[in-house]
């Protein structure tokens, strides 16, 4: 759209006598503070902090709560951490309840020696302890 100078010049005018263009801040500050209704809570360092804190703990669980859900395979792959994870060994040291295969073993290998050993008894025939029979040649 083209203007003429005059068009501009009355534009400019009207701009300069414009209450918003010798409003200063401080002034709109208090016009708007008057418009506010209800309770309001004083602005003091104390309630400051606290809102602040609360404003980041919101920010950083909607960060945790976005990366969450946006999160791939892929994605945790490469962050990595995933490798202490994994290893059998790890796992017995960082969690003393879990599955040790080798105990597992020997237990289950003393439990069969101790039946054959039983049997054995019964049927009147000495071994040597590990559940093999001793013959006589």
């Known amino acids: 759209m083209i203007k003429t100078k005059e068009q501009r010049a009355t534009e400019k005018a009207l701009n300069d006598k414009s209450p918003l263009a010798t409003l200063t801040l401080e002034d709109f500050l208090e016009s708007e503070r008057h418009k506010l209704t209800g309770t309001l809570t004083p602005v003091t360092p104390e309630t400051f902090a606290k809102w602040k804190k609360e404003r980041l703990d919101k920010k950083e669980a909607e960060e945790q709560a976005k990366t ?70």
Request: hydrophobic residues 30%; aromatic residues 6%.
């Open 68 to 137: 969450a859900k946006e999160a791939t395979g892929r994605m945790l792959f490469e962050k990595g951490g995933w490798e202490h994870g994994s290893d059998d060994e790890s796992d017995d040291e960082d969690n003393p309840g879990a599955w040790n295969l080798e105990a597992l073993r020997r237990e289950t290998e003393a439990a069969r020696v101790r039946k054959e050993e039983e049997r054995l008894a019964a049927l009147g025939i000495e071994t040597n302890g590990e559940g093999e029979a001793l013959y006589q040649a």
